[in-house]
């Protein structure tokens, strides 16, 4: 047991670790529109939304077409916010905090399995949606980058969720896989397997959780950017020395 709970950090470490450095090899080379902000206020910023974003995690919304450890939060929306703002980078860092803030509020419920999932599948929902709108800002492209965003994480959630996460939640609870799929079949009698599990809940969760967020996102970003840059600017007026006379 102690071995497998090893693995399971073991791997939550390296694809952390991997996005991170994705993320900052697209704002290296594809963002050509991230602004340069001081080190300070970013780090403000991030824990500002990751703040929000565990807090978030906690109002689950449980859905009727899917097994209860399937549960619906709106807390992409404060990280998406994040990545639009400050980049991609931080959108991984702060996918992460608001995981972290979340247990540490919380605890789990899915020895971790869900929460890797949460941060996993929302870094393929956050990192294009910020990528695209990075390269050129405009309305157009932040729709898109959402769109793109939303179709990533439907398709890896969904394999993701097949290949591994249904797998690993079985291992750690020491659960057959046609126990978890027959509370799949309990709620929708079309689920009688892992891909119709996957088809009928996973799929359809992650396109309306995308949706969701996006629409949100939307909708108020524009005027919660233009107060932080707002804020911003008091900062940046306020840091400045004083000339002597």
Do not use: W
Not at 14 to 42: H, I, K, M, P, W
Request: charged share 15%; net charge positive; proline share 4%.
């Amino acid at each position: 047991m102690l071995k497998e709970n090893l693995s399971f950090v073991g791997i939550c470490v390296l694809v952390f670790a991997a996005l991170l450095g994705l993320a900052y090899l697209f704002e290296r080379t594809v963002c050509r529109d991230l602004q340069r902000r001081s080190r300070s206020r970013n780090i403000s910023y991030v824990a500002m939304f990751s703040a929000l974003g565990g807090v978030l995690m906690l109002l689950e919304i449980p859905l009727f077409f899917a097994p209860g450890f399937y549960k619906m939060d709106l807390s992409e929306l404060p990280v998406l916010m994040s990545a639009f703002y400050l980049g991609p980078v931080a959108g991984v860092i702060t996918e992460l905090l608001k995981v972290l803030l979340k247990l540490l509020l919380k605890g789990t419920s899915t020895a971790f399995v869900g929460d890797f999932a949460n941060f996993v599948v929302g870094c393929t929902f956050v990192l294009p949606a910020a990528v695209i709108y990075h390269h050129h800002k405009t309305r157009r492209t932040a729709i898109i980058g959402m769109a793109v965003g939303t179709l990533c994480m439907t398709v890896f959630g969904s394999l993701f969720n097949a290949l591994y996460l249904i797998p690993k939640f079985a291992e750690l609870f020491h659960l057959p896989i046609d126990q978890i799929v027959a509370m799949g079949t309990a709620v929708n009698k079309g689920i009688t397997s892992v891909p119709t599990l996957v088809l009928f809940a996973v799929v359809p969760f992650n396109l309306i959780k995308g949706v969701l967020n996006a629409v949100i996102t939307f909708v108020v970003y524009k005027r919660i950017s233009g107060f932080l840059h707002q804020e911003g600017l008091h900062l940046k007026h306020a840091e400045k020395p004083i000339k002597q006379q």
